[in-house]
């Protein structure tokens, strides 16, 4: 019983951190089709994509996340995680000020 319950640590921790890089990379797929909308001039529709991927990101940051695959990431990748999380917001906001919906930045 007692390699049953190490397995279903080891399983959930390995679900954990598959969830974890997948939230990593609908982010990262977001802030491109962000990006691709801001240079089309689109500010609206880029300033809601760059929200949704920050949205995406905000249980890593503030550690919402299951604890196993928060635990796993290294300093390196919290630290890009942040930073990819501000930039989403940044992106956002400057859609806004491009927009001259200024209450929103």
């Known amino acids: 019983e007692a390699d049953d319950e190490d397995n279903d640590d080891e399983s959930s921790s390995i679900d954990a951190t598959l969830a974890f890089e997948e939230m990593r990379e609908k982010a990262a797929v977001l802030r491109s089709q962000g ?3 801001h240079d089309d001039g689109d500010y609206v529709h880029a300033s809601k994509i760059f929200r949704y991927a ?4 905000e249980p ?3 550690g919402e ?3 196993h695959a ?3 990431a290294t300093q390196e990748e ?3 995680i942040v930073q990819e999380y501000t930039t989403c917001l ?3 906001a400057l859609c806004h000020l491009k927009n001259e919906q ?3 930045c």
Do not use: C, N
């Open 35 to 37: 990006k691709e909308l």
């Open 65 to 67: 996340h299951d604890m």
């Open 78 to 80: 919290q630290s890009e």
């Open 60 to 62: 890593l940051v503030h």
């Open 70 to 72: 928060t635990a796993s």
């Open 102 to 104: 200024y209450e929103k």
């Open 90 to 92: 940044l992106h956002e």
């Open 54 to 57: 920050s949205e995406t990101l």
